[in-house]
Nanobody, 124 residues
Framework: QVQLVESGGGLVQAGGSLRLSCVASGRTFSSYVMAWFRQAPGKEREFVAAVSGSGGSTGYTDSVKARFTISRDNAKNTVYLQMNSLKPEDTAVYYC?????????????????WGQGTQVTVSS
């Protein structure tokens, strides 16, 4: 079982930056594919970014490419999402997700473990 705790959300003006963090429990963090998803009010949850267990491979949804960067520190059991040039349409609850590398799947899923989410609000 993996528990995920996100932090780093908040209110920021358009064009600003935020860095989200997600700390995972357990001793096998490096064996998990990690991802960030988001859900805006009235919309379905959508994929944002993902990173392989080693950190050597990443994937992004088109709308955040060149603005967001996902990374991980396996020594700290933590995955990050650096968000730059934020836009009002980035406003959402951001969720951290994890999947054991032993399972098949792609960047979009499936993910078996989810955090509680952290709110990001971008004002215009």
């Amino acid at each position: 079982q993996v528990q995920l705790v996100e932090s780093g959300g908040g209110l920021v003006q358009a064009g600003g930056s935020l860095r989200l963090s997600c700390v995972a429990s357990g001793r096998t963090f490096s064996s998990y594919v990690m991802a960030w998803f988001r859900q805006a009010p009235g919309k379905e949850r959508e994929f944002v970014a993902a990173v392989s267990g080693s950190g050597g491979s990443t994937g992004y949804t088109d709308s955040v490419k060149a603005r967001f960067t996902i990374s991980r520190d396996n020594a700290k059991n933590t995955v990050y999402l650096q968000m730059n040039s934020l836009k009002p349409e980035d406003t959402a609850v951001y969720y951290c997700a994890a999947r054991s590398s032993a399972y098949g799947g792609n960047w979009y899923g499936p993910f078996h473990y989810w955090g509680q989410g952290t709110q990001v609000t971008v004002s215009s």
